[in-house]
């Protein structure tokens, strides 16, 4: 159905469902889709209308929480499958009630199996994924252009580098550096620096055998593969492709050969180094050069990082929420949930995090009516242009229910382009707070306050300069009666 015709039909619909009282569920491994199923009549004879569940698409291993994403197109594994998922939708319909389910459209977590982070990390601006996260190329430090700064070392690069708590090792094809719990991709022209280091001690051996000719031939393919720099889209999709061929190949020739086998595995232990001998981790430090990132000490983060982060939570990176590509892949597994009626509402963690959040909004809006009304975009997505945005029309009635997490400061509003039902309720909940609060001794705290600082701040202007994160500008009028 053409999407003007999902437009017109969902548009005559009534408001599909608004909550009248939610219970929020946190999910994890120790509480998943069939544990909710099992208290749904419970909630259900509470007056409970509709559920509201913490994030369950796959999150780092372990979380707790879930707003620490690692794939947007998978459910976690730790909470239920698709179909317990299924289940649970179905007696949510017998019971009529409803899930709002929260998501997470700001950033994602970088460690672990993040498959759009890796790639980056490989491949650099050549990655197909380079574009999904905010990351400036271009930074003002010289020695970082073209590359991503990972601040996730407990000491000194050098001093890191030199204990042996770095390591290269081979797996499946590939080569990676671990540091603790955490692998990093070698970025796959860098290859030749392992494969090619004393390469006629394996000659010797082999004496022009087949193997070697195989191994001659893969640093061949690893010489004309693209540079981490390209971004040329033909150019981009061959490295794409050559990389993984030249990594079947060499695990191929590795597995089959003992003596090519022997090889990288001796090259991976020179290059590892031996801690005490600061020289023999010089090839390890060469490889590490050639990568699309830099590890370096966490402490550096503040000053030189070039990736936009969840506040400055250096594993929360930032994606870009305004490009198309990265809206729809982000949201493709929600709104196929929408459409089948599992999800009946929304709630958008940190919508201030994002570029435009009133866009945002209108395309989510958007794109969630036309799902509950049977129109979920193609594979791939709809395209920017005519797709009917403007249709949506902004207000409390809106066809599909979404709130958003802002805190409301007194007398602030909602901005009126935000076609969104209303906040998570922080604001009633401060007023709500206030009745345990006698706000006449309010002048006697600050009185207080006021003495232990020797002088008076003024709030606006302390706030402004912390947002700066400059305290230099905070101005603090003195009040030599203010101290006795």
């Not at 550096?177 to 494969?195: C, K, M, T, W």
Request: net charge negative; hydrophobic share 35%.
């Amino acid at each position: 159905m053409p999407d003007h015709d999902c437009v017109t039909k969902a548009a005559g619909k009534t408001a599909l469902r608004v909550p009248v009282s939610t219970y929020r569920l946190q999910l994890s491994r120790l509480f998943g889709f069939s544990d909710v199923k099992n208290i749904l009549p419970y909630l259900r004879a509470l007056g409970i209308t509709d559920i509201y569940c913490s994030p369950f698409v796959k999150a780092r291993p372990g979380s707790m929480h879930g707003y620490d994403i690692i794939n947007h197109e998978k459910l976690n594994p730790e909470i239920g499958t698709e179909e317990g998922l299924s289940a649970l939708g179905a007696e949510l319909r017998r019971l009529g009630m409803g899930m709002i389910l929260d998501i997470v459209p700001n950033h994602m977590c970088v460690l672990g199996e993040n498959k759009w982070w890796k790639d980056v990390l490989e491949n650099g601006k050549s990655s197909r994924y380079a574009q999904f996260f905010d990351i400036d190329w271009a930074p003002l430090k010289p020695s970082l252009k073209d590359k991503v700064i990972l601040p996730i070392l407990a000491d000194q690069y050098g001093k890191v580098l030199e204990s042996g708590e770095l390591t290269l090792f081979f797996r499946d094809g590939a080569f990676f550096v671990r540091y603790h719990e955490n692998d990093f991709p070698i970025e796959p022209r860098s290859y030749e620096l392992i494969l090619g280091h004393g390469l006629d001690r394996l000659e010797k051996q082999l004496s022009g055998s087949g193997d070697f000719m195989e191994l001659m031939s893969i640093l061949t393919a690893i010489g004309h593969m693209p540079p981490f720099t390209e971004t040329n889209p033909g150019k981009m999709a061959e490295r794409a492709r050559e990389k993984e061929v030249i990594k079947k190949r060499l695990f191929a020739l590795y597995e089959n050969s003992p003596e090519v086998r022997h090889f990288v595995d001796e090259n991976t232990g020179i290059i590892n180094g031996a801690p005490g001998d600061p020289r023999s981790f010089d090839l390890f430090d060469d490889l590490l050069s050639r990568q699309p990132y830099r590890l370096s000490l966490w402490e550096v983060a503040t000053d030189e990082i070039n990736y936009r982060r969840f506040f400055d939570i250096n594993e929360l990176a930032a994606i870009k929420m305004e490009d198309p590509e990265v809206f729809y892949e982000s949201h493709k597994l929600k709104l196929r949930l929408i459409a089948k009626g599992t999800v009946t509402g929304l709630r958008i963690d940190h919508v201030d995090g994002l570029y435009d959040p009133a866009r945002y909004l209108r395309k989510l809006q958007h794109e969630a009516l036309l799902s509950a009304s049977g129109c979920p975009p193609p594979e791939g997505g709809r395209t920017e242009e005519g797709n009917g945005e403007e249709n949506v029309t902004p207000g409390p009635d809106q066809p599909f229910y979404i709130v958003g997490e802002k805190i409301l400061l007194k007398g602030e509003r909602l901005p009126d382009g935000w076609p969104i039902s209303g906040t998570t309720g922080y604001d009633f909940l401060n007023l709500l707070n206030g009745i345990f609060v006698k706000t006449e001794n309010a002048k006697s705290l600050e009185a207080i306050y006021f003495r232990f600082m020797r002088g008076k701040v003024n709030f606006a202007s302390l706030l402004y300069g912390e947002k700066k994160n400059d305290n230099g500008n905070i101005h603090v009028r003195r009040d030599k009666r203010a101290w006795p």
